[in-house]
Each structure stands twice: as structure tokens, then as C-alpha cells.
């Protein structure tokens, strides 16, 4: 098994590449090998790597993006046991806080069921939403860094530097 960490990741508007790109500049390029879920991958690109980062961008009315769409019934068989998972999503708090980021949610529950221990939960406080799927058991977490470059854009640098930390400082617990 690779020490890099798998990135998969989703994006039609670029957003989410955009947060990937500055996770490459953070971390470095010789530790993070990144996957567009959109390029074809398969399950078996799951299996070479312990650490795995996520991304999917919630997409319309709680609906997963298109690329992880095609890819979910594959997605549902890969057995994430012994596998560091952390993840990451960006929607819209304002114009859909019924359904904000449930795209982490619905995958959080199968990386869950298929015996991934997801790191890096994130806070909910300083967002303003009805209702998530992405929601720990306990509610006062999601199970990943929510980003909302739609509403609070001034936040997202700062997020996702302490959340890399989050998830280093997992990363290095987890071994």
C-alpha cells in the first residue's frame, strides 16, 4: 500500500478542483495523488492507498455531482477497512439549507458501512442550514470540512488550513 494519500474528487464548475489544487499546494504534490472521479476510475484505484481524501460537491436538491452519480453503485463495494478516510464538500447553506452538503453525507454512511474510519469531522458552528445528511449521530459535526464559497468565501482559507491540520494530525494517530 501507497504512504501518499488518495484524492477523489468530483467537479463541473471547477469549485472543488479549485480546493484540490490548494490541498496540492499545502501538502505537496509528491504526497497526494489525485483522482477526477469524472476520468474513469475504478474501485480497485481505492485499494492501493490507507489514507483517502474525498470530495463531492453537493449538487441541486441534496443530489450527489454527476461524476460520483455514475460512480456510486462501484463506489458502494469497496471495502474501506483499515482505510483513513477524510473528506470534504462544498454547497450552498443559504439557497438549499435543507439539504447542505448532504452528498458528504450519503457518502460518509457507505465509507461507515464499509468499514472506513473517517477523520477530520468538522465542526457546524458559523453555519446558518435547516438540515444536512452529512451530520454526525451527535449533530455538532459534519463528517467532513464544509465549504461554502457562495456565502462565506472569507472563510474557506482558513477552514481548510485547520482541517489539514485536523487531518495530518489523524493521518499520524492513525498509523
Known amino acids: ?4 494519500i ?3 474528487y468530483g467537479s463541473n ?3 472543488t478542483e479549485e480546493i484540490v489544487h490548494k490541498i496540492l499546494d499545502t501538502l505537496g504534490a509528491d504526497l497526494v495523488d489525485t483522482h477526477d472521479v469524472g476520468d474513469g476510475i ?3 484505484d481505492f485499494e492501493e492507498y490507507k489514507y483517502v481524501i474525498l470530495s463531492c460537491p453537493t449538487w441541486y436538491i441534496g443530489q450527489l455531482q454527476e461524476d460520483w452519480e455514475d460512480f456510486l453503485e462501484e463506489f458502494e463495494t469497496i471495502n474501506f477497512s483499515g482505510k483513513c478516510v477524510a473528506m470534504f464538500g462544498l454547497g450552498d447553506q443559504v439557497g438549499y439549507a435543507d439539504n447542505f452538503l448532504d452528498a458528504v453525507g450519503i457518502i460518509a454512511k457507505i465509507v461507515i458501512s464499509n468499514g472506513g474510519t473517517i477523520v477530520g469531522k468538522w465542526p ?3 453555519y446558518d442550514f435547516d438540515e444536512s445528511l452529512a451530520l454526525t449521530d451527535d449533530g455538532d459535526y459534519f463528517y467532513g ?4 464559497d457562495d456565502n462565506q468565501d472569507e472563510l474557506t482559507e482558513e477552514r481548510l ?3 489539514l491540520d485536523l487531518v495530518s494530525d489523524a493521518i499520524v ?3
Open 173 to 175: 494517530e492513525f498509523e
Open 161 to 163: 488550513e485547520t482541517w
Open 42 to 44: 475504478s474501485a480497485s
Open 124 to 126: 457546524i458552528d458559523g
Open 13 to 15: 464548475t471547477g469549485n
Open 145 to 148: 470540512l464544509g465549504i461554502d
Open 1 to 4: 500500500m501507497k504512504d501518499t
Open 6 to 8: 488518495g484524492l477523489f
